[in-house]
């Protein structure tokens, strides 16, 4: 159990920079951080997530959680891409189960659904969700207040007031949950 700290068993160094990890942070025993990774206050990391910042950053904001089987890479700098793309993930996001999160940059309250793919590139603006098994071509931009689905993926719609509201709620439930394990978890 971790309690706003890494051991390491998970933190893994390279060259140099070592994770950065905020208050009431909680990772589970499983998963494994590399390098240029910053965590805010209150993030939660689940069973087996790989999240590699090794040829550039990876920064997730407070309240976001990162669920079962997420891996999070980011691209290196190169001629052809000076910055490379680094992967930014805001507050009070979701990322559900078995995702993959490559060089992109997701605004607050986002919903990232099982198992979706968003690519190199991508901006998703605050207040999205994305369905379940989407993949997000790179570079698209997902404007704010609209759900999208499939492969690729499309605008569906406008989200509904509920819709919107769970954004924010499901973070929530998860600062409430990865609180629990703190408390009771036991190894
Ligand atoms: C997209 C989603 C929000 C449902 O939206 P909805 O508007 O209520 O969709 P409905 O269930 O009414 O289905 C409407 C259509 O979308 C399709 N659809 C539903 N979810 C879809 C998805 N993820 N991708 C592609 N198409 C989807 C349905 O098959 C249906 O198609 P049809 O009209 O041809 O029959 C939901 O299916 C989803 O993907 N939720 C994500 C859940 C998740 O992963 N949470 C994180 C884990 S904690």
């Given at each position: 159990?971790?309690?706003?700290?890494?051991?390491d068993?998970?933190?893994?160094?390279?060259?140099?920079?070592?994770?950065?990890?905020?208050?009431r942070?909680?990772?589970?025993?499983?998963?494994?951080?590399?390098?240029?990774?910053?965590?805010?206050?209150?993030?939660?990391?689940?069973?087996?997530?790989?999240?590699?910042?090794?040829v550039?950053?990876?920064?997730?904001?407070?309240?976001?959680?990162?669920?079962?089987?997420?891996?999070?890479?980011?691209?290196?700098?190169?001629?052809?891409?000076?910055?490379?793309?680094?992967?930014?993930?805001?507050?009070?996001?979701?990322?559900?189960?078995?995702?993959?999160?490559?060089?992109?940059?997701?605004?607050?309250?986002?919903?990232?659904?099982?198992?979706?793919?968003?690519?190199?590139?991508?901006?998703?603006?605050?207040?999205?969700?994305?369905g379940?098994?989407?993949?997000?071509?790179?570079?698209?931009?997902?404007?704010?207040?609209?759900?999208?689905?499939?492969?690729?993926?499309?605008?569906?719609?406008?989200?509904?007031?509920?819709?919107?509201?769970?954004?924010?709620?499901?973070?929530?439930n998860?600062?409430?949950?990865?609180?629990?394990?703190?408390?009771?978890?036991?190894?």
């Amino acid at each position: 159990m971790i309690k706003g700290k890494l051991t390491d068993t998970h933190s893994r160094s390279y060259r140099g920079i070592t994770p950065q990890i905020g208050n009431r942070v909680y990772i589970d025993a499983s998963a494994v951080l590399v390098g240029d990774i910053t965590l805010a206050d209150d993030v939660s990391i689940w069973p087996l997530v790989a999240a590699r910042g090794d040829v550039n950053t990876i920064t997730i904001g407070a309240r976001t959680n990162i669920q079962d089987g997420t891996v999070l890479h980011v691209t290196r700098k190169s001629s052809a891409n000076p910055e490379g793309n680094l992967l930014a993930i805001g507050e009070d996001v979701t990322v559900g189960h078995k995702c993959m999160l490559h060089g992109c940059v997701l605004g607050d309250r986002i919903l990232v659904g099982m198992g979706a793919i968003i690519m190199d590139g991508v901006i998703v603006e605050d207040d999205v969700f994305i369905g379940a098994g989407s993949l997000v071509p790179p570079n698209k931009i997902l404007k704010s207040g609209y759900l999208y689905v499939g492969n690729p993926v499309k605008q569906a719609r406008l989200l509904k007031g509920s819709e919107a509201s769970f954004l924010k709620q499901s973070a929530i439930n998860y600062v409430e949950l990865k609180d629990e394990y703190i408390e009771h978890e036991q190894v």
